[in-house]
């Protein structure tokens, strides 16, 4: 290579460096702002302006969790027992009242510190007043000047009301996503999915419990099927908006006695202080659902829980407080409030690399900021690695291992053991003690039996982004456990394929025994039905069947089931990225996965042991060589 | 013929020899570590040197294939039938019955036919092979996605395996023939000092003393 070559490696990477930085400063810009890259250079000032602010604020000492020892107590009231009636209505409202100044500015305890009744998980979600991370950016408004939200406001309703009075087309475009409809018909398989009609292998379905699980509905007042879709009125702006961190939301209805504990210790919202804060979701506003899934903190993903909300550099490199902080929607763009990524069309591959700046509005995909050649090619190094973007997805090497922040996520649920009684009384043990500290529910009553993990290395498969669901509908061989809840294809010669991690998440579940099908359990409800509050499955389902027209054969057993969970967050940072000797070794990270050769793993057996049998042959030949030497060369000394 | 102690292998070809001792060694050692045979060196090390050393010996070769044009010494691997039975026998019992080698080395023929056959096949087939997956193997990715993807990657990485035990079979026959027909050492000796005992014509032993006095070891001197 002649000089000239010589000069034009460092020159390209340079310029590509260049690009590189330029585009993100333009795609950020585009990203918070919405405005021009100009801004960016405002909007870096405006967040140094933040962080003074919030050092400044009392608030910060309760930044990352809240100390329990300084806590103040704060108004307490039990929901559910208190209000049976008109007269613990009006009982509620009063202390509500009362508290509500104290509450609206005192840290709100830590879980674990609510005097007696200490149950983390369950308070899912009341999570603790968070200090919600930082503004994506100046606005082009002051909402706590508007009259319209001066209030008084006493509903979300009334809130809503307001906000689409000046956001006219938001309620149109809110009411198509899959936020508001929990529906989502999957293009390729047509199936039916979304929350709506799904049964997963946590808390088993939605469907019928819509007064507990629609908390994590964008809407207020989702308890049955009377609930409008088509009124915008019921949209809940707040929750993904609110930047105060003190919103939150409780139970379109009223479930059991059994489940009155899980709902206490939270003053009353003060709708003009949040409808004033308004602005770009941060990650806590998505977090107090998406963190929460599958009942509780870290629940379900492995990838997404409270621990988040203020990462560090090793948890999590792109929400580090202290670097880029991003928020969710920095990644998961949206135009007219629909949000790119879904786990329903997954792009496992994507080839489309960057773009142009400020295009590919409807990917969430790492590709779509780092390219499709994301390593310095200034080496053997960089140039192997790039060689791998076409067959394993980034999240393989840079997710080393899913729940290490400190928060567990489940792994293994058994409902066999729900219903146990202590003194005719449901009850909870709690037998593990996560990272941070915090205790977590190894039993429940109404539940069953949990086992948990933590820093634990994902599973590895061949995706191609289409998963298919076992439905309410899809009838299968109870032979062929565990049954999946939800599977995929994809293979070592599918392009569109690459090796991705994955959570498993193992459960013990009701079906039914007659017809083979999975089934709906009414779980929540304040009557004789519900499973929370009769621990009686049979009844439960039948009810949970009969109410959705589906038909139960009225025996009921329990089968395996599996889900599957793709990993994409908790990005560590690059020095902490998976080293070549994970996956090429003999028992790799990759061991399980066949069909192709993979470098390290001695993929060709049966060529290996003819060849080192020839060589320990040579040897042996060799050996008996020399030995047939020396006897002839005695003999003919003897001779 | 005059038997005398002449400079057969030059400084280009000890060093060419040896050099490729140690990267065919260093190859076979990294390379079956990248194949999964062992795992006494981490991956990624084990590519680097593995790369590393494979770019090494590409440019000794070129050296060499040079050298051995330019100063005519490609003729020492030209094929014979002459001889090659008795060598053959020899290498069967003949050695066995503590015969002497029938082969003496001449100036113009520094290796046994036997010999000549196995380091001509060895660099016309065993060497371009390993080369050719070798190169193959390295440039995957540019090729992956035309070229038949991980199917044929199994294809080259099979054949490349194949070759590198075969290599060091004959590194095995290699050294261990030297302990045949003669001492270890004293068949080792002339690849470090160059100078081994040859028969000579008379006209080449004139000659060497001629024109190419340090090649020749003066007699008694």
């Known amino acids: ?639 | 013929m005059i038997t005398r102690t002449v400079r057969i292998f030059s400084r280009f070809e000890r060093f060419w020899h040896w050099s490729q001792v140690a990267l065919i060694l260093t190859l076979a050692y990294t390379g079956f570590a990248i194949h999964g045979l062992h795992g006494l060196i981490a991956f990624d090390t084990a590519v680097y040197v593995h790369t590393g050393a494979a770019l090494g010996l590409v440019v000794l070769w070129l050296f060499a294939i040079f050298w051995h044009l330019t100063t005519g010494t490609w003729r020492h691997y030209l094929p014979t039938s002459k001889g090659l039975w008795r060598i053959a026998r020899y290498y069967a019992w003949g050695n066995l019955r503590g015969e002497p080698h029938p082969y003496r080395k001449a100036w113009r023929r520094k290796h046994n036919p036997l010999q000549a056959l196995a380091y001509l096949a060895l660099k016309l087939f065993l060497f371009p092979l390993i080369w050719v997956t070798g190169i193959a193997y390295l440039t995957y990715d540019l090729w992956s996605a035309t070229g038949g993807g991980n199917g044929a990657l199994t294809l080259v990485a099979a054949v490349h395996t194949a070759a590198a035990f075969a290599i060091v079979l004959f590194v095995m026959l290699h050294v261990y023939l030297l302990t045949v027909g003669g001492h270890f050492l004293g068949h080792v000796a002339p690849m470090v000092t160059g100078f081994e005992e040859v028969e000579l014509t008379p006209t080449e032993a004139a000659y060497l003393e001629e024109s190419e006095g340090s090649a020749i070891r003066r007699e008694g001197g």
């Open chain 1, 1 to 639: 290579m002649g000089p000239a070559g010589d000069l034009s490696v460092p020159e390209g990477n340079v310029l590509r460096a260049l690009i590189r930085r330029l585009h993100w400063i333009f795609y950020a810009s585009i990203a918070n702002s919405h405005s021009c890259a100009a801004d960016f250079v405002v909007s870096l000032e405006y967040m140094r302006t933040l962080v003074r602010k919030a050092s400044a604020s009392p608030d910060n000492s309760s930044r990352t969790h809240a100390d329990p020892g300084s806590a103040r107590e704060i108004n307490m009231f039990h929901w559910l027992n208190l209000a049976r009636g008109p007269a613990g209505i009006a009982l509620a409202m009063l202390l509500a009242l009362g508290s509500g100044a104290v509450g609206a500015e005192t840290d709100s305890p830590s879980p674990g510190a609510a005097a007696g009744s200490s149950d983390v998980d369950m308070h899912f979600r009341l999570n603790p007043r968070t200090v919600p991370t930082e503004s994506r950016g100046p606005s082009t408004a002051d909402h706590s000047r508007f009259e319209e939200l001066q209030g008084p406001f006493a509903s979300g309703p009334d809130v809503t009301r307001a906000c689409l009075a000046c956001h006219n087309e938001a309620g149109h475009q809110f009411m198509k996503s899959i936020h508001w409809t929990w529906e989502y018909t999957h293009p390729e398989t047509g199936q039916q999915l979304g929350k709506k009609t799904l049964v997963n292998n946590f808390c088993t379905n939605s469907r019928g419990n819509e007064g507990m699980c629609a908390q994590c509905h964008a809407g207020y007042g989702w308890k049955d099927e009377s609930f409008d879709f088509g009124n915008a009125d019921n949209i809940d702006c707040l929750v993904c908006h609110d930047r105060t961190g003190s919103y939150y939301r409780m139970p379109n209805s009223r479930g059991n006695d059994a489940c009155a504990i899980m709902f206490q210790d939270k003053g009353p919202i003060d709708w003009p202080a949040v409808a004033q804060s308004v602005g770009l979701p941060g990650r806590e506003n998505c977090g107090s659902c998406h963190f929460y899934g599958g009942g509780g903190d870290g629940v379900k993903h492995g990838d997404l829980d409270s621990s988040l909300i203020h990462a560090d550099r090793s948890l999590d490199v792109h929400m580090d407080d202290e670097g880029a902080d991003f928020a969710c929607t920095v990644c998961h763009v949206s135009t007219e409030h629909q949000l790119a990524g879904s786990r329903y069309q997954m792009l496992a591959r994507d080839t489309g690399g960057t773009g142009r700046p400020g295009l590919r509005r409807g990917v969430a995909t790492c590709e779509s900021c780092h390219g499709d050649a994301p390593h310095p090619a200034d080496g053997v190094k960089g140039m192997k690695l790039n060689g791998h973007v076409d067959r394993v997805a980034c999240q393989t090497c840079h997710i080393p291992a899913i729940a290490r922040g400190g928060v567990a996520t489940m792994v293994d649920w058994d409902w066999r053991t729900a219903g146990r009684l202590r003194d005719g009384e449901g009850f909870k043990e709690h037998d593990y003690v996560q990272g941070n500290g915090e205790e977590r529910a190894t039993y429940k009553s109404i539940k069953g039996d949990f086992t948990y993990t933590e820093n634990r290395a994902p599973d590895y498969a061949w995706f191609d982004g289409q998963m298919r669901y076992t439905t309410i509908d899809t009838t299968f061989d109870p032979a062929s456990q565990p049954i999946p809840i939800n599977s995929f294809t994809g293979a070592p010669d599918d392009p569109g394929s690459r090796i991705w991690p994955f959570k498993r998440m193992h459960t013990v579940q009701p079906y039914d025994k007659g017809n083979n099908t999975l089934v709906y359990m009414h779980l929540w409800g304040d009557d004789e039905d519900a499973f929370w509050g009769n621990y009686d499955f049979e009844r439960a389902i039948a009810t949970g069947m009969q109410s959705n027209e589906r038909p139960f054969s009225g025996k009921y057993g329990f089968i395996e089931t599996e889900s599957w969970w793709p990993i994409t967050h908790m990005v560590a940072p690059a020095e902490d990225a998976l080293g070549c000797g994970e996956c090429h070794a003999r028992e790799g990270r990759l061991a399980s996965l066949t069909g192709f050769y993979l470098p390290g793993r001695g993929d060709t057996p049966t060529l290996d042991r003819i060849g080192l049998l020839a060589l320990a042959l040579a040897a042996l030949g060799m050996a008996g060589h020399v030995l047939l030497r020396l006897l002839v060369a005695r003999r003919r000394k003897g001779s």
